[in-house]
């Protein structure tokens, strides 16, 4: 089992910048591909970005040039580092890990809000 704790919410204006975090309750070694996911009120959760046990990585196209993400694995951690923020990028965001064993963890979420 593996917990997944986020943080780095909160309020910022547009253009503005956050960095959120997700960290493993255990050695992330043993996990392939983390993610970063989003779902704004009245809608469907989407993948926001993505990366490999070998730090490949992938961007919605919505994110490209504005999100990072990178993962920690001495640290258990995996960041999503956000500029150049937009109103529509308001939502929770969850971070997700899918093991070796092949089973899939969520976090619990945080919210991310995006003023005008």
């Known amino acids: 089992q593996v917990q997944l704790v986020e943080s780095g919410g909160g309020l910022v204006q547009a253009g503005g910048s956050l960095r959120l975090s997700c960290a493993a309750s255990?050695?992330?070694?043993?996990?392939?591909?983390m993610a970063w996911y989003r779902q704004a009120p009245g809608k469907q959760r989407e993948l926001v970005a993505g990366?490999?046990?070998?730090?490949?990585?992938n961007y919605a196209d919505s994110v490209k040039g504005r999100f990072t993400i990178s993962r920690d694995n001495a640290k258990n951690t995996v960041y999503l580092q956000m500029t150049s923020l937009k109103p529509e990028d308001t939502a929770v965001y969850y971070c997700?890990?899918?093991?070796?064993?092949?089973?899939?963890?969520w976090g619990q979420g945080t919210q991310v809000t995006v003023s005008s």
């Open positions: 997700n890990a899918n093991a070796v064993s092949g089973n899939t963890y």
């Open positions: 990366i490999t046990r070998g730090s490949n990585t």
């Open positions: 255990r050695s992330i070694y043993r996990i392939n591909d």
